[in-house]
């Protein structure tokens, strides 16, 4: 088998890029060790920037997300039951759409089967080959044989625990690693949302988030502790739980009903760098991670591929390898500051288990400078929304 790029993963980063290679007219095959079922059972993200949505609308799979997606322009920040308003559309003149990741990675596979591009699951073993080289190839096994996929370029984009990174030799890479003391605990339930935005709420009790995914779907999130698991969490001690920690007004409005997904995720910030060696391209969770407070992860996947996409159009259709050859650095410099936002959100909403009075003192003059003043509100705003490409 041979084609231009052999792309490792098949989750939001790898379909994308995928597509968008496609329509440029640049061959592609992308290798998903996972069924199809399983890659659209995982219940992720569900805040798009402005950036991610144009780059859906240019791989020609914007339609139903226009249809169905959420405009938010604005979202509540809370602490105990005061609330400030941060107002994207007026600081920034953006907005952020929601609409989950599944749904994104679903009419990716779409349109995917509808342009008839190969897309193979369940291979086992993938392993990229001859990266320093103009000749790489991918092997894998899969239905029982060993496969080889010849390419010219391999875009790894197989996850936080794929082994693409891993081909970076160690004198050459550098990881950067935050965890965090604590994890989330997600619940999606059929029941309406509490409010028509969302809602990051910091108590004495923990970080709670009151998400959505349509009228008549909600996402909630609290802050858990990482020794948890999810049987551990009753529906009736999860709701319980949430309403301590958000408002009051809302909590009295809360409608709750039998959980159909509770997962917990642990926080971590992460990043790899060079995130490229000779022919292989790290994208999205491959190369970083950030906690979820700032809702960034599929944000910074969807930044990688566009950076990506562009050098390989350059690559093809100009002969032109400037956009390769600065791939690591374009892509770092706008993931650093979207570490950066996520690490200072999620540090001013969290209660830390070794937090001193002072510490939290802090967190509540920071809480207080966010509702006072503009400037700060601005700031966090044009974070939220997305920083320019
Ligand atoms: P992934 O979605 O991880 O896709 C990688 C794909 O590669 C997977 O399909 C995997 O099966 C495949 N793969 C792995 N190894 C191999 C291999 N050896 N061979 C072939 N294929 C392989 N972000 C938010 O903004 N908000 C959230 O609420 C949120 N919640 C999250 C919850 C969890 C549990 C996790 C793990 C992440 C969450 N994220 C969230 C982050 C967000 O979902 C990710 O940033 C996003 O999925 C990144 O997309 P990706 O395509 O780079 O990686
Ligand atoms: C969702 C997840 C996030 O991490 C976030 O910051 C906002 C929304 C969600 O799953 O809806």
Same mark, same amino acid.
């Given at each position: 088998m041979r084609t231009q790029v052999a792309i490792i993963g098949g989750g939001p980063s790898g379909l994308l890029l995928g597509q968008l290679l496609h329509r440029a007219g640049i061959d592609n095959v992308v290798l998903e060790r996972r069924s199809r079922d399983y890659v659209l059972s995982r219940i992720r993200a569900g805040v798009l920037e402005t950036g991610l949505v144009e780059l859906m609308h240019e791989a020609g799979v914007g339609e139903r997300m226009e249809r169905e997606g959420f405009v938010h322009d604005g979202t509540i920040i809370a602490s105990g039951d005061d609330q400030v308003r941060i107002d994207f559309k007026a600081l920034t003149g953006k907005h952020v759409l929601v609409y989950g990741q599944t749904e994104v990675t679903r009419d990716l596979y779409a349109a995917r089967d509808a342009a008839g591009l190969e897309t193979l699951h369940d291979c086992r073993g993938v392993k990229p080959h001859d990266l320093d080289t103009a000749a790489p190839f991918v092997t894998f096994l899969k239905d029982g044989k060993v496969h080889r996929l010849d390419c010219d370029f391999v875009a790894g984009c197989d996850g936080y625990h794929g082994p693409c990174r891993q081909e970076i030799p160690q004198e050459v890479r550098r990881e950067y690693e935050k965890t965090y003391p604590f994890g989330w605990l997600g619940v999606l339930s059929e029941t309406p949302p509490v409010a028509d935005e969302l809602i990051y709420a910091n108590s004495p009790r923990g970080f709670a988030l009151c998400s959505m995914?349509? !009228?008549?779907?909600?996402?909630?999130?609290?802050?858990? %502790?990482?020794?948890?698991?999810?049987? +551990?969490?009753?529906?009736?001690?999860?709701? %319980?739980?949430? =309403?301590?920690?958000?408002?009051?007004?809302? $909590?009295? =409005?809360?409608? /709750?009903?039998?959980?159909?997904?509770?997962?917990?995720?642990?926080?971590?910030?992460?990043?790899?760098?060079?995130? =490229?060696?000779? =022919?292989?391209?790290?994208?999205?969770? $491959?190369?970083?991670?950030?906690?979820?407070?700032? !809702? *960034?992860?599929?944000? /910074? !996947?969807?930044? %990688?591929?566009?950076?990506?996409?562009? $050098?390989? *159009?350059?690559?093809?259709?100009?002969? +032109?390898?400037?956009?390769?050859?600065?791939?690591?650095?374009? $892509?770092?410099?706008r993931i650093w500051k979207t570490e950066r936002f996520s690490w200072w959100f999620s540090s001013l909403m969290h209660r830390y288990p070794d937090q001193s009075e002072f510490d939290l003192r802090i967190q509540q003059a920071e809480l207080a400078f966010l509702r006072d003043s503009p400037a700060a509100q601005r700031a966090m705003a044009e974070n939220y929304v997305g920083l320019p490409y």
């Open positions: 995914r349509n !009228a008549q779907l909600s996402r909630y999130y609290i802050q858990c %502790d990482l020794s948890d698991q999810p049987d +551990d969490w009753t529906d009736g001690m999860f709701w %319980d739980e949430l =309403r301590r920690r958000i408002p009051a007004e809302a $909590a009295e =409005r809360l409608a /709750t009903g039998p959980s159909i997904e509770k997962s917990i995720a642990p926080l971590r910030s992460f990043v790899c760098e060079p995130m =490229r060696w000779g =022919r292989l391209f790290l994208c999205g969770d $491959a190369a970083h991670i950030v906690p979820p407070t700032g !809702a *960034k992860g599929l944000n /910074t !996947a969807a930044s %990688d591929v566009r950076y990506l996409h562009e $050098a390989l *159009k350059r690559f093809y259709h100009d002969r +032109d390898d400037e956009g390769l050859e600065r791939y690591s650095e374009t $892509a770092l410099a």
